[in-house]
């Protein structure tokens, strides 16, 4: 038994993960869409088009609602449902893994790299205990589709309303307001689903939060000196860099969709604010949602980075005077110059140390993670762009895409 693993009883190492065993990953089982599946993503990424997309663009031209060039009444001018299904719903299904596997290298390295210490190991265990029943509990998974469904109707609302929009999603029969066939399976599977993908995912967020949050509460063993300038966590700064991809697929699928819709078929400028507003809120608040957990290190680091430069000051300090002293008193060469040499060297290595201390970061990121989590919620917002400043071209671009997939779908 080595060192590391000594300390801990086989009933007390649980392993760390936030998608093991739930209800989806249950589903997925029985699909034979495990994650030991081959080709395991590139299955559900097509699964998740064939249940969403494809069955709404069949409906819509079985219904007459595809055709008509640029118009909200025409499906395959909908430039949200691209975004969503097509674009959107995939990338969530290639960020789950990426985020499964670095959340739990940080959990791996929390132990290998010895920064929780011994005496808070079953604290750390009692974390992964407590994820563990949370990951697999149902009650999540219900929330997660009871809200997906309110989200449904909330959208569905307008267009019953005394004064509603012409879409694809309803048609007038007789008196009344009924839902079209490519808009019951929209609003009743395709939506509620992917709104589902992206909550599941969002509580799982919640779920890493709180681990953090546990973590922070413990004893660190952080090192100062260590070369990431973040006493040894900065692994943390890189996990939360991955979930740079949930970033991009969100801004894709719920912002930007949303807002070139707005432009291309209700035809908004970017002075409305349900145009600006969606934009800028998101490219700013997205990346904080990820980067304002790592201050709650900010106590452990601080306190670390300053007793650690009380200590080598006054190390510092005392072996350059020392240096000095010799090299003013010793006028007749008694000191050979390997002492020189070697004190010379230590004072350097010293001075270095001390420097490197002083430009240790007391919040665990760094300028590559600040610049994946940025960079995916601005490069989402930017894909709204050309319908901005190209919107003619934008347009027939578009029209032409929903002509070739309609062409497809439909077999001609």
Request: hydrophobic fraction near 50%.
């Given at each position: 038994?080595?060192?590391?693993?000594?300390?801990?009883?086989?009933?007390?190492?649980?392993?760390?993960?936030?998608?093991?065993?739930?209800?989806?990953?249950?589903?997925?089982?029985?699909?034979?869409?495990?994650?030991?599946?081959?080709?395991?993503?590139?299955?559900?990424?097509?699964?998740?088009?064939?249940?969403?997309?494809?069955?709404?663009?069949?409906?819509?031209l079985v219904s007459g609602?595809a055709h008509g060039g640029?118009?909200?009444?025409?499906?395959?001018?909908?430039?949200?449902?691209?975004?969503?299904?097509?674009?959107?719903?995939?990338?969530?299904?290639?960020?789950?893994?990426?985020?499964?596997?670095?959340?739990?290298?940080?959990?791996?390295?929390?132990?290998?790299?010895?920064?929780?210490?011994?005496?808070?190991?079953?604290?750390?265990?009692?974390?992964?205990?407590?994820?563990?029943?949370?990951?697999?509990?149902?009650?999540?998974?219900?929330?997660?589709?009871?809200?997906?469904?309110?989200?449904?109707?909330?959208?569905?609302?307008?267009?019953?309303?005394?004064?509603?929009?012409?879409?694809?999603?309803?048609?007038?029969?007789?008196?009344?307001?009924?839902?079209?066939?490519?808009?019951?399976?929209?609003?009743?599977?395709?939506?509620?689903?992917?709104?589902?993908?992206?909550?599941?995912?969002?509580?799982?967020?919640?779920?890493?939060?709180?681990?953090?949050?546990?973590?922070?509460?413990?004893?660190?063993?952080?090192?100062?000196?260590?070369?990431?300038?973040?006493?040894?966590?900065?692994?943390?700064?890189?996990?939360?860099?991955?979930?740079?991809?949930?970033?991009?697929?969100?801004?894709?699928?719920?912002?930007?969709?949303?807002?070139?819709?707005?432009?291309?078929?209700?035809?908004?400028?970017?002075?409305?604010?349900?145009?600006?507003?969606?934009?800028?809120?998101?490219?700013?608040?997205?990346?904080?949602?990820?980067?304002?957990?790592?201050?709650?290190?900010?106590?452990?680091?601080?306190?670390?980075?300053?007793?650690?430069?009380?200590?080598?000051?006054?190390?510092?300090?005392?072996?350059?005077?020392?240096?000095?002293?010799?090299?003013?008193?010793?006028?007749?060469?008694?000191?050979?110059?390997?002492?020189?040499?070697?004190?010379?060297?230590?004072?350097?290595?010293?001075?270095?140390?001390?420097?490197?201390?002083?430009?240790?970061?007391?919040?665990?990121?760094?300028?590559?993670?600040?610049?994946?989590?940025?960079?995916?919620?601005?490069?989402?917002?930017?894909?709204?762009?050309?319908?901005?400043?190209?919107?003619?071209?934008?347009?027939?671009?578009?029209?032409?895409?929903?002509?070739?997939?309609?062409?497809?779908?439909?077999?001609?």
């Amino acid at each position: 038994m080595t060192a590391k693993t000594a300390h801990k009883s086989p009933s007390e190492a649980v392993a760390f993960s936030l998608f093991d065993g739930d209800w989806l990953h249950r589903i997925y089982g029985a699909l034979h869409l495990s994650n030991r599946a081959r080709f395991a993503i590139f299955k559900r990424c097509l699964a998740i088009v064939v249940i969403t997309w494809l069955p709404v663009a069949a409906f819509a031209l079985v219904s007459g609602n595809a055709h008509g060039g640029m118009v909200a009444t025409n499906f395959f001018a909908d430039f949200a449902a691209y975004a969503q299904f097509l674009i959107g719903l995939p990338l969530f299904m290639i960020a789950e893994p990426i985020i499964d596997e670095s959340t739990r290298s940080v959990a791996r390295q929390l132990i290998s790299c010895d920064i929780v210490k011994p005496k808070d190991r079953k604290k750390l265990y009692h974390a992964h205990r407590q994820i563990a029943r949370l990951r697999k509990a149902y009650w999540s998974d219900i929330v997660c589709v009871l809200i997906a469904y309110s989200f449904s109707v909330i959208i569905l609302v307008p267009e019953f309303g005394p004064h509603p929009p012409s879409t694809w999603h309803v048609m007038d029969f007789r008196e009344w307001r009924i839902l079209t066939a490519p808009g019951v399976w929209e609003f009743l599977i395709a939506l509620p689903l992917m709104s589902y993908v992206w909550l599941r995912l969002m509580w799982k967020i919640v779920l890493w939060i709180f681990y953090l949050q546990r973590v922070a509460r413990m004893d660190l063993d952080l090192h100062p000196t260590h070369p990431d300038l973040t006493g040894g966590i900065g692994f943390i700064s890189e996990a939360q860099g991955r979930f740079a991809i949930f970033i991009l697929a969100y801004g894709i699928s719920n912002v930007a969709s949303t807002v070139a819709y707005k432009i291309t078929i209700e035809h908004f400028g970017f002075d409305v604010m349900p145009v600006w507003g969606p934009l800028v809120l998101f490219a700013v608040g997205a990346p904080l949602l990820f980067l304002t957990p790592l201050l709650m290190f900010t106590k452990h680091l601080y306190s670390s980075k300053d007793r650690a430069l009380a200590v080598y000051r006054e190390r510092v300090t005392a072996q350059g005077r020392s240096v000095e002293s010799r090299w003013l008193m010793d006028d007749n060469g008694a000191q050979s110059t390997s002492d020189e040499i070697r004190e010379l060297a230590e004072l350097a290595t010293m001075s270095t140390m001390f420097l490197h201390i002083e430009k240790m970061r007391v919040v665990p990121f760094d300028l590559r993670s600040l610049a994946q989590l940025m960079g995916s919620s601005f490069g989402s917002v930017a894909t709204v762009l050309p319908f901005l400043h190209f919107g003619k071209d934008a347009q027939n671009i578009l029209e032409t895409i929903g002509k070739l997939l309609g062409h497809l779908v439909g077999g001609n």
